[in-house]
Each structure stands twice: as structure tokens, then as C-alpha cells.
């Protein structure tokens, strides 16, 4: 055996890691890959005692591979799948309590602003400010602060917060603060949070995770097993973990993760180059014109698939996106088929226009999540709508 074969997992590198799976160690036959165990309770040898499994609101063999095969993923001591991006954030938020106050920037995904915003029914109320600057955070964190929501990069101004910083500065206030990040843009290939400090990390597993926008499911990563139990008690209390088949659909995506990526983003370099080339304003951390380059490629190793360019004009804007042929109109990202959207009329439409106004969204952002086709033909269709708008 040679001395690479006699590294432990976790010493290889991200993209060996998602092909390296533990099918199920416990089943009989040796499965390659991860049965689907489609059944919602188990047979007990006993009338007092339970084997691991005994209903699948609980657990599910399905599921707990998946998580296993996460949590190698993101650095975790454990991770938790549930049924969408919106229920990891929803399961996050309920370990907190009435009176306690969150922390979370301007630029967020529409749903998490609503999500935030329905809560302060619950007397969890948030504190929105520009998370890119870290003494915005440290400024506004009170006696009240519980927790941390950070997103980086932003979508879809891109904007970078600095994640170690953040996490120190909080913790160093008050250890009990809970600094979560939503991972979702740059998956655990390319920014691992839980290493920079960050308490909890979650994804949406709809986006890059499973990559093909055929399922829903949401990832949770922690480092404190205690916070782990905590979560998952909320998830077998209501009963959110992910079901059987979506979890063998999510870890069969999870194993190409790397491959997509990488192209994903070589591509959206060259497209960020072109755009910038044609003279118009372009959001890419990529590109060294980003003014948090260093920042975003200190802490993450890539500028991801995702951009925005402005335009100047709502209309010239829509005309674009309405133009391109090869580039879908749709909402999210992270699928195999590159994506455009106007996000402040699709996306973030859920944040009222004063308030996008007042974060500085502009209207006129046109955000391009770069898919796996021939990148000619994509910088070709992108050429072509920019010409008929006048824009070249
Ligand atoms: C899509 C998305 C979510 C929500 O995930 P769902 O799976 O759609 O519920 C949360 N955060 C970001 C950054 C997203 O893009």
C-alpha cells in the first residue's frame, strides 16, 4: 500500500473527499452506493429497547450516510439534512428565544430577509447593516445579541465580509453568540466557514450541493456536539430531516460537486473578463478589480460561479436578460444550466422596493450563475443581447 491509499479521509483534499463515500458500513450486501431505505419505521428486536433506527422522522440510514459524507465535507463534528435552505436557517433560528436579537446584513437572499422578518413575531428581532464592514458588526452588537447571520459573498451585490474577524470580535464580546454563515454561494469546495471561527454553517443543498435543480434539501454543519443535539432536536420535534429519497438524490450530486465547480467557475472568470472588457461595471471576487479580492481569497479559494454587472438602466437591463437565448431566465443558481435573472424584480422581489432602495440594491443588477456548457457559446449569446440593447 502506498503512503497516499494510508491517508485517513479527512487529509485528502475537497475533491477527492466527494467521491469518497462510506455506502453504508452497516448493510450486509456492501452497497457501492448509498441504498435508498424507503420506509418510515423499523422493526425492534425487542418490546424495551430500540436499535439505531426505529422511525424515520428520527433517523433514516439514508439520511445519516449523507450527513456523514457532509460533514467530512465541511469540516463538522456533525451534520444535519433537512428539507430545504430556508428550513436550515428556520431550525438555526429556534435555538433562540423572545427578546434575543440577530445581527444580519443588508444584502441577504430575499427568502432569509422574510424569514427574519416573520420572526419578529416572535420577539426575535434582527438588526440589518452592512456586514462587509466589520465595525458595522462590532458597533451593533448589544447585550441582547445572540446571533450572527453572515452571507458571503453577498448576492447579489457580491460584496465580501470578513468571516475570521467577525467571529473573533463577536466571540471575544460575549462566547455565547452564535456566528452562523450561509455557505450556500461557494459550497464547502470552496470557503469552510467552521475552520475560519463561524459556530454553524449552512447551505442550500437545492444550489451547487445537488447541482441539477431536481430536489429541495438544506445542510446544516456544526463543531459543538451540544449545539448539534439542540438542532437536532428541533428536527425530530417538528419533523423536518430529509426524506429518504432526497437524501440519496443530494449525496449523488454532492459527488460531482467538485468537477461542476470547477468548470462552473473557469468559465464565469472568462465571463466576468468579457464583461468587464465591454466597459461595464462587474461584481466578481475573481476579478482583481473586486475591492475585497485579497479579503475573499484569503479566506475562500475562488471566486465561485456566481456575478452581477449593472447596467445603469432598469430597462436596457431587462432588454438584456430578456435577449440572451442560451442564459434561462430563473430564479436560484448552482445548477448544471447557466442562469440570468434581474434579481431585484425575481429573486429578492420579497424585499420591499423603500427597503431595496435603503440596502442600495440596485434595480439594474443582472445576476449571471455560470453553468457547464461550452463557454463560447455562452460569452457568444451574452455578446449578441448586449449588442441588440445597444449596450456594445
Ligand atoms: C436558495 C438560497 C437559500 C434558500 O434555500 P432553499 O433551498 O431555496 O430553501 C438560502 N440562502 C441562499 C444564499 C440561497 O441562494
Redesign the pocket.
Same mark, same amino acid.
Given at each position: 500500500m502506498d503512503r497516499e491509499s494510508q491517508k485517513s479521509a479527512q487529509q485528502y483534499r475537497p475533491a477527492t473527499r466527494v467521491v469518497s463515500v462510506d455506502a453504508n458500513p452497516a448493510d450486509p450486501y456492501n452497497p457501492a452506493s448509498t441504498p435508498i431505505y424507503q420506509t418510515a419505521t423499523f422493526k425492534q428486536s425487542s418490546a424495551v429497547s430500540t436499535g439505531e433506527y426505529d422511525y424515520t422522522r428520527s433517523g433514516n440510514p439514508t439520511r445519516t450516510q449523507t450527513e456523514r459524507h457532509l460533514a467530512k465535507l465541511m469540516d463538522a463534528q456533525r451534520a444535519l439534512c433537512v428539507t &430545504?435552505?430556508? !428550513? @436550515?436557517?428556520d431550525v438555526i433560528m429556534r435555538v433562540l428565544s423572545a427578546g434575543d436579537e440577530v445581527i444580519a446584513g443588508v444584502d441577504? +437572499?430575499g427568502? !432569509?430577509n422574510r424569514l427574519l422578518k416573520f420572526l419578529e413575531k416572535s420577539k426575535i428581532n434582527t438588526v440589518h447593516v452592512d456586514t462587509c464592514l466589520v465595525e458595522n458588526v462590532t458597533s451593533a452588537i448589544t447585550s441582547q445579541t445572540k446571533m450572527i447571520l453572515l452571507?458571503t459573498p453577498t448576492?447579489p451585490l457580491i460584496g465580501v465580509c470578513d468571516i475570521k474577524a467577525i467571529a473573533e470580535i463577536a466571540h471575544a464580546r460575549n462566547e455565547e453568540i452564535i456566528v452562523v454563515v450561509?455557505n !450556500?454561494?461557494m459550497t464547502p469546495i470552496l470557503q469552510r466557514p467552521l475552520e475560519l471561527g463561524a459556530d454553524i454553517v +449552512?447551505? &442550500?443543498?437545492?444550489?451547487y450541493l445537488s447541482g441539477h435543480h431536481d430536489l429541495? @434539501?438544506?445542510v446544516i454543519g456544526v463543531k459543538k456536539e451540544a449545539l448539534g443535539d439542540q438542532l437536532y432536536f428541533v428536527i425530530n420535534s417538528t419533523g423536518v430531516g430529509l426524506a429518504p429519497f432526497e437524501s440519496w438524490l443530494l449525496m449523488r450530486g454532492v459527488k460531482t460537486l467538485a468537477v461542476r465547480l470547477e468548470k462552473q467557475q473557469a468559465s464565469a472568470m472568462k465571463i466576468a473578463n468579457y464583461l468587464e472588457s465591454t466597459g461595464l461595471k462587474v461584481n466578481y471576487p475573481g476579478l482583481k478589480s473586486h475591492p475585497s479580492y485579497e479579503l475573499h481569497n484569503k479566506q475562500a479559494c475562488g471566486g465561485g460561479a456566481v456575478l452581477s454587472f449593472e447596467t445603469g438602466s432598469t430597462m436596457v437591463s431587462q432588454q438584456i436578460v430578456e435577449g440572451c437565448k442560451l442564459f434561462t431566465i430563473s430564479v &436560484?443558481?448552482?445548477c448544471v444550466n447557466s442562469l440570468i435573472s434581474m434579481p431585484c424584480r425575481m &429573486?429578492h422581489a420579497s424585499i420591499p422596493p423603500e427597503v431595496r432602495k435603503e440596502r442600495n440594491l440596485a434595480e439594474d443588477v443582472i445576476r449571471l450563475c455560470v453553468g457547464i456548457e461550452d463557454v463560447r457559446d455562452l460569452i457568444e449569446d451574452l455578446d449578441q443581447s448586449l449588442r441588440a440593447a445597444n449596450v456594445i
Amino acid at each position: 500500500m502506498d503512503r497516499e491509499s494510508q491517508k485517513s479521509a479527512q487529509q485528502y483534499r475537497p475533491a477527492t473527499r466527494v467521491v469518497s463515500v462510506d455506502a453504508n458500513p452497516a448493510d450486509p450486501y456492501n452497497p457501492a452506493s448509498t441504498p435508498i431505505y424507503q420506509t418510515a419505521t423499523f422493526k425492534q428486536s425487542s418490546a424495551v429497547s430500540t436499535g439505531e433506527y426505529d422511525y424515520t422522522r428520527s433517523g433514516n440510514p439514508t439520511r445519516t450516510q449523507t450527513e456523514r459524507h457532509l460533514a467530512k465535507l465541511m469540516d463538522a463534528q456533525r451534520a444535519l439534512c433537512v428539507t &430545504s435552505g430556508m !428550513t @436550515a436557517l428556520d431550525v438555526i433560528m429556534r435555538v433562540l428565544s423572545a427578546g434575543d436579537e440577530v445581527i444580519a446584513g443588508v444584502d441577504l +437572499y430575499g427568502g !432569509t430577509n422574510r424569514l427574519l422578518k416573520f420572526l419578529e413575531k416572535s420577539k426575535i428581532n434582527t438588526v440589518h447593516v452592512d456586514t462587509c464592514l466589520v465595525e458595522n458588526v462590532t458597533s451593533a452588537i448589544t447585550s441582547q445579541t445572540k446571533m450572527i447571520l453572515l452571507e458571503t459573498p453577498t448576492n447579489p451585490l457580491i460584496g465580501v465580509c470578513d468571516i475570521k474577524a467577525i467571529a473573533e470580535i463577536a466571540h471575544a464580546r460575549n462566547e455565547e453568540i452564535i456566528v452562523v454563515v450561509d455557505n !450556500t454561494m461557494m459550497t464547502p469546495i470552496l470557503q469552510r466557514p467552521l475552520e475560519l471561527g463561524a459556530d454553524i454553517v +449552512y447551505h &442550500s443543498g437545492t444550489k451547487y450541493l445537488s447541482g441539477h435543480h431536481d430536489l429541495m @434539501a438544506g445542510v446544516i454543519g456544526v463543531k459543538k456536539e451540544a449545539l448539534g443535539d439542540q438542532l437536532y432536536f428541533v428536527i425530530n420535534s417538528t419533523g423536518v430531516g430529509l426524506a429518504p429519497f432526497e437524501s440519496w438524490l443530494l449525496m449523488r450530486g454532492v459527488k460531482t460537486l467538485a468537477v461542476r465547480l470547477e468548470k462552473q467557475q473557469a468559465s464565469a472568470m472568462k465571463i466576468a473578463n468579457y464583461l468587464e472588457s465591454t466597459g461595464l461595471k462587474v461584481n466578481y471576487p475573481g476579478l482583481k478589480s473586486h475591492p475585497s479580492y485579497e479579503l475573499h481569497n484569503k479566506q475562500a479559494c475562488g471566486g465561485g460561479a456566481v456575478l452581477s454587472f449593472e447596467t445603469g438602466s432598469t430597462m436596457v437591463s431587462q432588454q438584456i436578460v430578456e435577449g440572451c437565448k442560451l442564459f434561462t431566465i430563473s430564479v &436560484s443558481f448552482g445548477c448544471v444550466n447557466s442562469l440570468i435573472s434581474m434579481p431585484c424584480r425575481m &429573486s429578492h422581489a420579497s424585499i420591499p422596493p423603500e427597503v431595496r432602495k435603503e440596502r442600495n440594491l440596485a434595480e439594474d443588477v443582472i445576476r449571471l450563475c455560470v453553468g457547464i456548457e461550452d463557454v463560447r457559446d455562452l460569452i457568444e449569446d451574452l455578446d449578441q443581447s448586449l449588442r441588440a440593447a445597444n449596450v456594445i
